[in-house]
């Protein structure tokens, strides 16, 4: 146990704060603590257990509350708990008097995450939580006198706590008998229907919120040319509606067009959105456009499938590097996985699952979340190709937006596309050119993703 903490060093931080409810006491103490080892090195991502206690008086002195939490360092070494919601071995948080003598709080750590606490270091709790103890503020120790004659003849003046703990439990003892219902605060007058022919009826089933409805629907009702509204009545007097075919209209007749509705299905061309059916441009027309920001980027290309349903490429407004290698494993082939023409995503993934891989260009775009988005990747090469085709619209738009990069000449962009053992393909943007360089080549790299 000994060796244990010779060989990781904890610098402890805590940091006491806690809830406060109403009518409660706080639960909690928030402690934070960054493990290290005996080199300075930090033990991040690491699961870590740990026993607090809390000892009165002195450092050495009594053990009032005690309990052990179990939990994983972060990236940064960092170790967060919150005293009084761990695993509990002794005593009550809620029952520390803070107001009376001197706390001090012991961690003991098992970096392993089990049992073996090796490093044991003890702080006095220099203050105490306002919310920790204002606890002691539910009742007052010297109450002030009340000096108003007014309240001091009034019935107020004589009510004590024992007596609205009185009226607490009289109301928590109340018991319904039949034809009453309670509800929160509130008892009602319940009765049951007994007549068989109102329950056989469709009345049975009419509730409150159905006669709020119907209240609503009428006090916005409006009449129109041939309606004469009567009392609660609505009747027809237009003599040629009488005559016409929707006279005859039922309920029956509409309940069948609306089935047949809600199964139409949306064709090339065509779109429904509730209960407008809508032409899309007879089928070849886009709702997006090239140079569009859009969902993170710029669209650089779009296109259809065979049921009409729009997709598009998105490039980043910035470049991920001006100086990144294909990856650092510069003269392995890896094969037909990496060497898809038109599927940066696969290409990307093939890079990064090769053997030895540590960095690349490809890395860094499935890294990225810029825009707000997690599924950028590599482009292969036609991509870039189409990149450079919409060049000019693409720096148009990039110039009027803030920390864009337009593309400028005489530069290489890095493709995802593998060409063979040693090589990549790149794309010149002075001329549109494609060739393929040594995979070790610093060249620049521009992240995309498809909608």
């Avoid at 809600?262 to 407008?276: E, H, R, Y």
């Amino acid at each position: 146990m000994q060796k244990a903490c010779n060989r990781y060093i904890c610098l402890f931080i805590f940091i006491i704060t806690a809830a406060n409810t109403r009518a409660q006491s706080p639960q909690a103490i928030s402690y934070q603590a960054v493990i290290r080892s005996s080199s300075g090195e930090i033990m991040k991502n690491r699961s870590i257990a740990t026993r607090i206690s809390i000892l009165k008086d002195q450092p050495s002195g009594e053990i009032i509350f005690s309990e052990t939490h179990k939990t994983v360092t972060n990236e940064n070494g960092l170790l967060v708990i919150e005293i009084g919601r761990g695993v509990n071995v002794s005593g009550k948080l809620a029952d520390i008097q803070w107001g009376k003598g001197k706390y001090y709080i012991q961690s003991e750590t098992d970096v392993n995450g089990g049992t073996q606490y090796g490093l044991s270091i003890t702080s006095q709790i220099l203050s105490v939580p306002y919310a920790l103890h204002s606890q002691t503020a539910d009742r007052l120790i010297n109450p002030p006198t009340e000096t108003d004659p007014i309240f001091g003849k009034s019935v107020a003046n004589g009510i004590q706590q024992a007596d609205t703990a009185k009226w607490n439990r009289k109301q928590n003892t109340i018991i319904v008998s039949n034809g009453l219902i309670m509800k929160d605060d509130t008892l009602s007058l319940l009765f049951s229907e007994k007549d068989p022919m109102f329950s056989a009826s469709v009345a049975a089933g009419i509730t409150h919120k159905d006669t709020t409805k119907w209240n609503q629907k009428q006090e916005k009702l409006k009449l129109g040319t041939g309606l004469i509204w009567q009392n609660d009545s609505l009747s027809e007097s237009d003599p040629f509606f009488e005559q016409s075919v929707a006279a005859g209209i039922t309920s029956k007749d509409t309940a069948k067009w609306n089935a047949k509705q809600q199964a139409l299905k949306a064709g090339s061309g065509i779109s429904i959105n509730g209960n407008t059916i809508s032409a899309t441009s007879g089928g070849g027309g886009f709702t997006h456009y090239i140079g569009e920001y859009y969902d993170g980027g710029l669209i650089f290309y779009l296109w259809k499938d065979t049921l009409g349903k729009e997709h598009g490429l998105i490039m980043d407004i910035k470049d991920l590097s001006i100086s990144q290698a294909y990856s650092n494993v510069a003269s392995t082939l890896i094969g037909s996985t990496a060497q898809h023409l038109g599927d940066g995503l696969k290409n990307s993934n093939a890079i990064v699952a090769q053997s030895g891989h540590i960095s690349s260009a490809a890395l860094l775009c499935l890294n990225s979340t810029n825009g707000g988005k997690s599924d950028w990747y590599l482009p292969s090469i036609d991509e870039l190709s189409l990149i450079w085709h919409s060049r000019f619209i693409l720096n148009k738009r990039l110039e009027t937006l803030s920390g864009a990069n337009v593309f400028p000449l005489d530069v290489y962009y890095c493709s995802s596309t593998e060409y063979s053992q040693n090589y990549v393909m790149y794309c010149e943007f002075f001329a549109g050119r494609l060739t393929n360089y040594y995979k070790s080549y610093l060249g620049r790299v521009r992240a995309v993703r498809n909608f």
